[in-house]
């Protein structure tokens, strides 16, 4: 009897002053492991009689409960001291600000790309795309341009080596206008369109203000009745939309483009506002895009009848509208990747055009 208190006794006692619980472990151990002090004593009731086990049982029983009970209980204390420990030990002071995380910006022709979509969407226009690999018939005869035209040398296509006997001749389009045949291909002759056709072209030139490849979007309204009057309101609502302003002016002057007939150049009025030029007002008049109602050769090789359907198309260069909206001088700046200039002219992704939010409010 006096054995176990004494037992007892020095168990507790060293549970008490266990450093950490590494310690813990081991006082756990030299006592209730498999080669431990009480597991002995417990082996030892297996060889004693009945009435000694009857007097013993209970009591290394209770040395051992006790022992488990001043463990678990020990334990708990040191996990809620280490635990306050590394607490005060990793404290995060709140106001200190927040590390800045290099971010991504969405390209200005992209954000254009979607603020031109959003507005034709309330207009009633359709996304249509096509291939940028195309042949000579899409991209040049089916819009009437004839085998003379100076659009089809050699220094303003990239043509592709030419294949055998009777293979078409492949080149990187130089207008997304081959979109518009394909698009009346796919209607089946008999159906009104109301489509824009963005995306990249491709053309042998190169300065501040033509890159080899560039983006284009064009439109076209294919339906019965459709008059110039019809263009010149699409053509006022999509620019004062897009650049935001009212007090944007067209003027249409006469030209030619194979693809319409008639054409005009569509200029559109400017205010000089710190000596540069910005979209509104009636200091002067600047060029922003080609239109016309399409030719009938046109209508026909998309497989409509031309005394039945008119049209209008027009087309401009998504890089110079973002140049002229958003104040940006060379237009190579937008395919060298310098991420600085990204950071200066990119827009965050959470800056999606709508009507509501800016673009045509």
Avoid at 4 to 25: C, F, H, N, R, T
Avoid at 93 to 103: E, N, Q, R, S
Avoid at 232 to 256: G, I, Q
């Amino acid at each position: 009897m006096t054995d176990l208190d004494q037992m007892q006794g020095d168990l507790l006692a060293a549970i008490q002053v266990a450093d950490g619980l590494d310690g813990l472990e081991s006082v756990r151990v030299s006592a209730l492991g498999k080669q431990g002090s009480v597991t002995a004593l417990l082996k030892t009731l297996g060889g004693m009689s009945p009435d000694e086990r009857l007097v013993q049982g209970p009591r290394i029983q209770g040395l051992r409960e006790a022992v488990t009970t001043a463990l678990a209980e020990r334990k708990a204390l040191l996990e809620r001291a280490e635990l306050d420990a590394r607490l005060a030990r990793e404290t995060i002071d709140m106001t200190l600000p927040a590390d800045v995380l290099p971010a991504g910006t969405i390209h200005p022709v992209s954000q254009v790309m979607d603020e031109l979509a959003e507005i034709f969407a309330d207009l009633g226009f359709a996304v249509a795309t096509g291939p940028e690999i195309e042949d000579d018939w899409y991209n040049f005869s089916a819009l009437n341009i004839p085998e003379t035209h100076p659009a089809r040398a050699m220094h303003d296509t990239f043509y592709f080596p030419e294949g055998g006997e009777g293979e078409k001749k492949m080149l990187l389009r130089t207008h997304t206008s081959p979109v518009q045949i394909r698009a009346m291909q796919a209607a089946g002759g008999d159906k009104p369109i109301r489509i824009i056709a963005p995306g990249r072209t491709y053309r042998s030139d190169s300065d501040a203000t033509h890159t080899p490849m560039f983006h284009q979007i064009e439109g076209l309204v294919i339906d019965k009745g459709i008059t110039l009057g019809h263009l010149k309101w699409t053509l006022e609502t999509f620019l004062r939309a897009f650049f935001e302003r009212d007090d944007v002016v067209l003027r249409l002057r006469p030209s030619y483009f194979p693809f319409t007939e008639p054409s005009a150049e569509v200029d559109v009025g400017y205010s000089l506002v710190n000596g540069k030029r910005v979209i509104g007002g009636s200091d002067g008049w600047m060029e922003v895009l080609g239109s016309g109602m399409v030719h009938r050769k046109v209508i026909a090789a998309g497989g409509y009848d031309p005394d039945q359907w008119q049209g209008f198309a027009f087309g401009c260069g998504i890089d110079r509208l973002a140049m002229l909206k958003y104040g940006m001088d060379d237009l190579r700046a937008f395919f060298d990747g310098d991420a600085r200039w990204l950071k200066h002219y990119g827009f965050s992704a959470l800056d999606v055009p709508t009507l509501s939010g800016g673009v045509g409010a």
